[in-house]
């Protein structure tokens, strides 16, 4: 069965700082992975994901991730945090034809 | 471009009502599904479909029912709301296609309180 955890409910970094949200998942096949982001009062949106290919992906708002098939592990980073990135991201897996698993999420928090 | 439609925004029910929550697409999606988000717990699985007359269950189905007569349309049932079916519900579309890698669209969410 598939499953998805993230490390770390609440993160808070200041604005300019790295950001790191991590995101580990287990997958009996390999998997794809995605990154969410939910703003207050809204539905989710994709940030990026990672189906096959290059294992570094980019995605909106200057977001990328790397998928490490030997730590099983999807971290996502951004190199410096803007105020507006302040909000709740969400990893999810899914195997071919499967349904998509979500992780408990990590609220960002981003200071002046 | 309207994506993914949920009605109502808010809801407030009494114990042991009934009620519909709404979602359709006119992204011709076949796949689409329900989840659940409650603090903490992340999304959470209530049923899916996989094409018109097709549903299966979620990780979280009980209370719930589907139907899917209609590509476009997969409405939510909740059958004698509880307090426990408090929550924020997000219907999707999209996905997972042939191979899995097409994400999921999401809705705004309805916001239900069981009072």
């Known amino acids: 069965a598939q499953s998805v955890t993230q490390l770390g409910s609440h993160v808070s970094v200041s604005e300019g700082a790295l950001v790191l949200l991590r995101c580990n998942y287990s997958?009996?096949?390999?998997?794809?992975l995605f990154w969410y982001v939910q703003y207050p009062n809204q539905g989710l949106q994709l940030l990026l994901k990672?189906?096959?290919?290059?294992?570094l992906v980019k995605g909106i708002n200057g977001f990328e991730a790397e998928f490490k098939k030997s730590e099983t592990s999807f971290h996502l980073t951004k190199p410096s945090a803007h105020m507006s990135d302040a909000a709740e991201y969400f990893c999810?897996?899914?195997?071919?034809?499967?349904?998509?698993?979500f992780g408990q999420g990590t609220e960002l928090s981003v200071k002046p | 471009n309207a994506g993914v439609t949920q009605t109502p925004k808010f809801q407030v029910l009494k114990t042991g009502q009934s009620m519909t929550l709404q979602c359709a697409q006119d992204?011709?999606?076949?796949?689409m599904s329900w989840y659940r988000q409650d603090p903490g717990m992340g999304l959470r699985l209530i049923h899916y479909?996989?094409?018109?007359?097709?549903?299966d269950q979620g990780e979280v189905p009980n209370g719930y029912n589907v139907s899917r007569s209609t590509t476009e349309d997969f409405p939510l049932r909740l059958l004698s709301a509880a307090p426990s079916q408090t929550s924020v519900y997000f219907c999707?579309?999209?996905?997972?296609?042939?191979?899995?890698?097409?994400?999921?669209?999401f809705g705004q969410g309805t916001r239900l309180t069981v009072v």
């Open positions: 992204m011709n999606h076949e796949y």
């Open positions: 997958s009996s096949v390999p998997p794809y």
């Open positions: 479909s996989v094409g018109a007359g097709i549903t």
């Open positions: 999810a897996v899914r195997n071919q034809g499967g349904k998509l698993i």
């Open positions: 990672y189906t096959t290919g290059a294992t």
């Open positions: 999707a579309s999209g996905g997972p296609g042939p191979r899995g890698d097409t994400e999921a669209f």
